[in-house]
Antibody, heavy 113, light 111 residues
Framework: QVQLQESGPGLVKPSETLSLTCAVS?????????WGWIRQPPGKGLEWIGS???????HYNPSLKSRVTISVDTSKNQFSLKLSSVTAADTAVYYC??????WGQGTLVTVSS | DIVMTQTPLSLSVTPGQPASISCKSS???????????LYWYLQKPGQSPQLLIY???SRFSGVPDKFSGSGSGTDFTLKISRVEAEDVGVYYC????????FGQGTKVEIK
């Protein structure tokens, strides 16, 4: 059973960098598939942030591309998200996923001073 | 950028009755590899989205056969043959042919 678990600070100050990690169990990231991040502002819909292949090849949402970095650590079977220069508009539940099928439970990140 | 448009945005259904949700994309979702990467998810209240349908019409493991997907090109449909209380939530379509994009979501409730 593939399981994903997000971790990271729940509160980030404006203009700082949001950093989250997704630990994967039950499947080796090195074996394939795209892995990614999706967010959901309170009471709103889903927004794809970006994805990474096990080889390190990345794709980012054009609207966030200038601020997003996704990386993978196959030795730890985890991948990470960095979103820079955050504002209140970046407050959301952040999900990591094996794109298509499996999602983490999500973690709420609030941007506030 | 691909825009995914779902209709209706909300649906109130009598238990045991069918329901249908439409999802239209601004460009064809037929990939050069011959597959069409169109997914359907259900997000139940307070939960993460769960995959129902992948590649237009294939049911994910454990998904009951009352859920079915159809369509091609730019027009896709999710059908629920008999809506039950456990089907309440927000349904999203997502395309994965040209990067990834979600529809706005369709909220399904029971009458």
């Amino acid at each position: 059973q593939v399981q994903l678990q997000e971790s990271g600070p729940g509160l980030v100050k404006p203009s700082e960098t949001l950093s989250l990690t997704c630990a994967v169990s039950g499947y080796s990231i090195s074996s394939g598939f795209y892995w990614g991040w999706i967010r959901q502002p309170p009471g709103k819909g889903l927004e794809w942030i970006g994805s990474i292949y096990h080889s390190g090849n990345t794709h980012y949402n054009p609207s966030l591309k200038s601020r997003v970095t996704i990386s993978v650590d196959t030795s730890k079977n985890q991948f990470s998200l960095k979103l820079s220069s955050v504002t209140a508009a970046d407050t959301a539940v952040y999900y990591c996923a094996r794109i298509g099928a499996y999602w983490g439970q999500g973690t709420l990140v609030t941007v506030s001073s | 950028d691909i825009v995914m448009t779902q209709t209706p945005l909300s649906l109130s259904v009598t238990p045991g009755q069918p329901a249908s949700i439409s999802c239209k994309s601004s460009q064809s979702l037929l990939h050069s590899d011959g597959k069409t990467y169109l997914y359907w998810y259900l997000q139940k209240p307070g939960q993460s989205p769960q995959l129902l349908i992948y590649e237009v019409s294939s049911r994910f493991s454990g998904v009951p056969d009352k859920f079915s997907g159809s369509g091609s090109g730019t027009d896709f449909t999710l059908k629920i043959s008999r809506v039950e209380a456990e089907d309440v939530g927000v349904y999203y379509c997502m395309q994965g042919t040209h990067l990834w994009t979600f529809g706005q979501g369709t909220k399904v409730e029971i009458k």
